[in-house]
C-alpha cells in the first residue's frame, strides 16, 4: 500500500518538476521587470491618415 502512494507521489513529483522546467527555462531574468506590451506589434498605423497609394 505504501509502495503504491509513494510510486504516486513520485510521478506527481515528476510531473511539477517536468512542468516547472518547461515554464521557467530559458527565461531572461528580468522579464518581470519588462512591459508585455514591448513584446507585442502594435497593429494600427502609426498615424491616423489614408493610404496614398489605395485607389478609390
Known amino acids: ?3 503504491i502512494l ?3 507521489f ?3 513529483l515528476i510531473l511539477v518538476v517536468i512542468v516547472w522546467w518547461t515554464m521557467f527555462t530559458g ?3 528580468n522579464l ?3 512591459k508585455i506590451g514591448n ?3 502594435d497593429p ?3 498615424n491616423n491618415q489614408p493610404d496614398s497609394n489605395l485607389k478609390k
Open 44 to 46: 494600427s498605423p502609426k
Open 32 to 34: 518581470e521587470t519588462q
Open 10 to 12: 513520485m510521478a506527481g
Open 39 to 41: 513584446l507585442v506589434e
Open 1 to 3: 500500500m505504501y509502495l
Open 6 to 8: 509513494l510510486e504516486a
Open 27 to 29: 527565461r531572461p531574468k
